[in-house]
């Protein structure tokens, strides 16, 4: 089981930005499909976007409406999520999970994410209006 810790949270106004980081730790040597989700109060957890080990493929809910966006730099075994545009109703924990996955394509990466039992402790997003 690989070991995820998130960082990169904080408490930031409408309509600013923030990069979330997730860095992986562990069983590191063979490739995951890696993704992010978010759980506010009152709320269930909510999935937002997974990535392939690669890179080269990605895919987001729909209603993160662009303002999202995923990367991963798989030498330093770490995957990010750029929040932009945040809103009030963005505030959340965000969790990042990763599952064994050689080459996750679209869908598939979420798929993979979604059965994980590898999460990481979250990280706090607080947006003040």
């Known amino acids: 089981q690989v070991r995820l810790v998130e960082s990169g949270g904080g408490l930031v106004q409408a309509g600013g930005s923030l990069r979330l980081s997730c860095e992986a730790s562990?069983?590191?040597?063979?490739?995951?499909?890696m993704g992010w989700f978010r759980k506010a109060p009152g709320k269930d957890r909510e999935f937002i976007a997974a990535?392939?080990?690669?890179?080269?493929?990605?895919y987001y809910a729909d209603s993160m409406n662009g303002r999202f966006r995923i990367s991963i730099d798989s030498p330093k075994n770490t995957a990010y999520l750029q929040l932009n545009s945040l809103k009030s109703d963005d505030t959340a924990v965000y969790y990042c999970?990763?599952?064994?996955?050689?080459?996750?394509?679209?869908?598939?990466?979420?798929?993979?994410?979604?059965?994980?039992?590898?999460w990481g402790q979250g990280t706090q997003v607080t947006v003040s209006s």
């Open positions: 990535i392939s080990w690669q890179g080269d493929s990605t």
């Open positions: 562990g069983r590191t040597g063979s490739h995951y499909a």
């Open positions: 999970a990763a599952a064994e996955d050689y080459y996750c394509r679209g869908y598939g990466c979420y798929e993979s994410v979604a059965k994980s039992d590898s």
